[in-house]
C-alpha cells in the first residue's frame, strides 16, 4: 500500500527575470512513497508510479480532488498583489 509523505497546495512559482517576473503554475500535489519504494510527487493528471507503473489514481483522488478547496485570489493571481510597485493597489485584470 503506497503512503502519503507530504501535500503541497496549488500555487504559482515566481522567478525574476531581466525585465519583470515570470509566473508558473504548479498543481496542488502529493509526495507518495509506493509499495516499490519509489517516492513520486503525483497530481490529479499524473497518478501512476514512474518506477513500477503502480496506478494510485484512488489515494490520488482522495487527497487532491475530494478534498479540493478553492484558492484565494491572491493564490491564484499573484501578480495583481505586486509588492513594492508605487501604489500597492489591485490590478483590474
Known amino acids: ?12 512559482e515566481v522567478q525574476e527575470v531581466e525585465f519583470g517576473r ?5 498543481p496542488k500535489s502529493v509526495l ?3 509499495e516499490c519504494g519509489e517516492i ?6 499524473q497518478t ?4 513500477c507503473g503502480a496506478e494510485h489514481t484512488g489515494l ?5 480532488v475530494d478534498g479540493q478547496l478553492e484558492v484565494g485570489d491572491e493564490v491564484a493571481h499573484p501578480w495583481r498583489y505586486l509588492e513594492g510597485s508605487e501604489d500597492n493597489t ?4
Open 48 to 51: 501512476t508510479c514512474e518506477e
Open 60 to 64: 490520488v483522488r482522495e487527497d487532491l
Open 1 to 12: 500500500m503506497a503512503k502519503v509523505i507530504e501535500r503541497a497546495e496549488a500555487h504559482y
Open 32 to 34: 507518495i512513497e509506493c
Open 40 to 45: 513520486n510527487t503525483l497530481t490529479a493528471s
Open 22 to 26: 515570470v509566473y508558473q503554475w504548479q
Open 90 to 93: 489591485v490590478l483590474p485584470y
